[in-house]
């Protein structure tokens, strides 16, 4: 088991600070699954797109990087791309050079349906972002070394 020290110095605001981040984060994590929801997706869903989309390798990412990215077991993110290429969100395609790699990539109903999430999210973040910057805007700040 992993012990930090505890400082000393921990005042009612700093618990209060990190209650509020931490129901600002739950608020807008459920928030953005009822927005998957109501357009027709899975929570999960919606990460695979999003994964998949922001994906930094040109060819799309792995099976092992969604898995990766959404924290699953292998055979958990196999199943949710099988279910995401039968709704037609993704395809599979074979790595050109390792053949024995399937890169992923989004369909043009995949693409627009996270486009269209994409920009919900954006607007909620604006609009939460005055209420949370404050809660970690100073912490740099804090020595408490």
């Given amino acids: 088991m992993y012990h ?10 700093d618990y209060r600070r990190l209650l509020e981040l931490r129901d600002g984060l ?3 994590l459920r928030w953005s699954e009822q927005r998957a929801e109501a357009a027709g997706l899975t929570p999960a869903q919606h990460q695979l797109l999003l994964v998949v989309r922001a994906h930094d390798e040109p060819l799309g990412p792995t099976i092992r990087d969604v898995a990766d990215h959404l924290l699953l077991r292998h055979h958990s993110a ?10 037609g969100l993704v ?5 050109p050079v390792d053949l024995r790699t399937v890169r992923l990539s989004l369909t043009a109903t995949g693409a627009r349906r996270l486009a269209e999430l994409s920009a919900l999210h954006l607007e909620e973040l604006r ?3 005055g209420r949370l910057a404050p809660l970690w805007a100073d ?5 408490r070394s």
């Fill in 4 to 13: 930090l020290r505890v400082p000393d110095d921990l005042v009612d605001a």
């Fill in 139 to 143: 912490l740099h700040a804090v020595d």
């Fill in 78 to 87: 196999v199943e949710l791309v099988d279910r995401a290429v039968a709704a």
């Fill in 127 to 129: 609009r939460m972002g």
């Fill in 26 to 28: 739950r608020r807008f």
């Fill in 91 to 95: 395809r599979r395609r074979p790595d």
